[in-house]
């Protein structure tokens, strides 16, 4: 499976962003999805993540009230909304996939092991 994201861009500080992150190519229902992110200097973030196994997204607490993580209906698009964006919101996102990822892993990066390549969002004050 390869992923692909797109729909960043330069906003305003409260300004709303869309991104959207298209899996191809033989795809797995047992597939846990995940929005990572990395701002200039800094380490890579997890934002937010689906289980393989279903449930509730999990969200970072930076980004919980203002981010909505969705999926479409054949599972192959995974979506951000992005609403009240702030400056610190500033980096690279990426999306990433793996097999059998638990709630309790979502976080953890190494547990991914397909990557989209990222789309920069850039939050203006």
């Known amino acids: 499976v390869q992923l692909q994201a797109s729909g960043g861009g330069l906003v305003q500080a409260g300004d709303s962003l869309r991104l959207s992150c298209a899996a191809s190519g033989r795809t797995d229902s047992n597939c846990a999805l995940a929005w990572f992110r990395q701002a200039p200097g800094k380490e890579r973030e997890f934002v937010v993540g689906?289980?393989?196994?279903?449930?509730?997204?999990a969200y970072a607490e930076s980004v919980q009230g203002r981010f909505t993580v969705s999926r479409d209906n054949a599972k192959t698009t995974l979506y951000l909304q992005m609403n009240s964006l702030k400056p610190e919101d500033t980096a690279v996102y990426s999306c990433a996939g793996g097999l059998y990822i638990g709630r309790y892993y979502l976080r953890d990066g190494n547990q991914y092991a397909v990557w989209g390549q990222g789309t920069l969002v850039t939050v203006s004050s």
């Open positions: 689906i289980s393989s196994y279903g449930g509730t997204p």
